[in-house]
């Protein structure tokens, strides 16, 4: 079992920047890679991000590449999402998830284990 916690969500203005954070804990040692999701209301979850955990191959949706970079902190367990130039958009619950077997990182079935969400809100 894995376990995941986010944080770092808020209300910032459009061109405003935030900074997430998933703290993983558990059997963090069996992890293939770790990803970010989010759900904006009546609006499917969809992929943002992802990053192999020791590899570090990262990985990227269209519509945040060039604004958002993914990075993660073995030592500490932790995965980051460093949101830039934020846009209304963006606005959603954002997830993050952990796989511990190779496959499709933009694919939600590949996850296992998933957080509890962070709310993030840019106004116009």
């Known amino acids: 079992q894995v376990q995941l916690v986010e944080s770092g969500g808020g209300l910032v203005q459009a061109g405003g920047s935030l900074r997430l954070s998933c703290t993983a804990s558990g059997r963090t040692f069996t992890s293939y890679a770790m990803g970010w999701f989010r759900q904006a209301p009546g609006k499917e979850r969809e992929f943002v991000s992802a990053?192999?955990?020791?590899?570090?191959?990262?990985y990227f949706a269209d519509s945040v590449k060039g604004r958002f970079t993914i990075s993660r902190d073995n030592a500490k367990s932790t995965l980051y999402l460093q949101m830039n130039s934020l846009k209304p958009e963006d606005t959603a619950v954002y997830y993050c998830?952990?796989?511990?077997?190779?496959?499709?990182?933009?694919?939600?079935?590949?996850?296992?284990?998933w957080g509890q969400g962070t709310q993030v809100t840019v106004s116009s």
């Open positions: 998830a952990n796989s511990i077997k190779f496959g499709d990182l933009s694919n939600i079935l590949t996850y296992e284990y």
């Open positions: 990053i192999v955990w020791y590899g570090g191959n990262t």
